[in-house]
């Protein structure tokens, strides 16, 4: 009965690397969202994405962000060109309907050198 | 300023005390309130939900929300070191997009045995 799963739990790129993040839902969500958390902030939403399809994307930056929920496989956050800047935690949450409790994993660690 | 306001700590309390922790909002289409609970280096896990208004418990732990004041309040009777997190609170809008949590940054709390 695995809860959400992300990986890598730490990632460290040099600036202007790219950054990917997965994340698998709980067994029977189909429900994805991206939230990012920086240092003495709040967590802040990003993305909202269901299979193969970005639902609600106001909360991720313009440029070189970007996310997908692919068919088969893992939700991808994708950081291009990375800056100093995106040096955070990225959580993802899953649910089981767009509403409801939010189950979250236990983030992703960037630093960006 | 910022949507949702919270008072950082540290907050620290012998084992057995009350736990008080609380933010402030902004925003008056908040209609649900949570708070979570953060351990080091982990995901938030979901403590209490609120709709509107009023009280509600759950074993050692009492949200309270007062929208008229826009303040949210969560206590937690006879603490425990295993209390030790950092709680943060959240909240979101009516209208579908409930997903769209807006957090404060947390509150760090130690109970000392």
């Given at each position: 009965n695995a809860g959400v799963m992300q990986n890598p739990r730490h990632l460290v790129r040099r600036r202007g690397q790219e950054a990917r993040l997965r994340c698998?839902?709980?067994?029977?969500?189909?429900?994805?969202?991206?939230?990012?958390?920086?240092?003495?902030?709040g967590l802040k939403f990003m993305v909202y994405l269901q299979k193969e399809n970005?639902?609600?994307?106001?909360?991720?930056?313009?440029?070189?962000?970007?996310?997908?929920?692919?068919?088969?496989?893992p939700s991808i956050l994708r950081i291009q060109q990375v800056v100093r800047g995106d040096s955070a935690a990225y959580f993802c949450a899953s649910s089981e309907r767009n509403t409801g409790e939010l189950f979250f994993g236990e983030g992703s660690r960037l630093t960006v050198l | 300023?910022?949507?949702?306001?919270?008072?950082?700590?540290?907050?620290?309390?012998p084992e057995g005390a009350i736990v008080s922790?609380?933010?402030t909002y902004s925003n008056s289409a908040f209609q649900y309130f949570m708070w979570y609970r953060q351990y080091s280096r982990k995901g938030p896990e979901l403590l209490m939900?609120?709709?509107?208004?009023?009280n509600k418990e759950d074993g050692r732990f009492t949200a309270q929300v007062d929208k008229s004041s826009k303040y949210i309040s969560l206590f937690i009777r006879d603490s425990q070191p295993s209390?030790?997190?950092?709680?943060?609170?959240?909240?979101?809008a009516l209208g579908g997009n409930d997903y769209k949590l807006s957090f404060g940054?947390?509150?760090?709390?130690?109970v000392r045995a």
């Open positions: 698998s839902p709980m067994k029977g969500h189909s429900h994805v969202y991206w939230y990012r958390q920086l240092p003495e902030e970005i639902i609600d994307e106001s909360g991720m930056p313009k440029e070189r962000f970007s996310a997908e929920f692919p068919k088969e496989g | 300023q910022k949507e949702v306001e919270q008072d950082p700590g540290p907050l620290s309390v922790l609380n933010c939900y609120t709709y509107s208004s009023g209390d030790s997190a950092t709680y943060l609170c959240a909240m979101s940054a947390g509150t760090t709390v130690t």
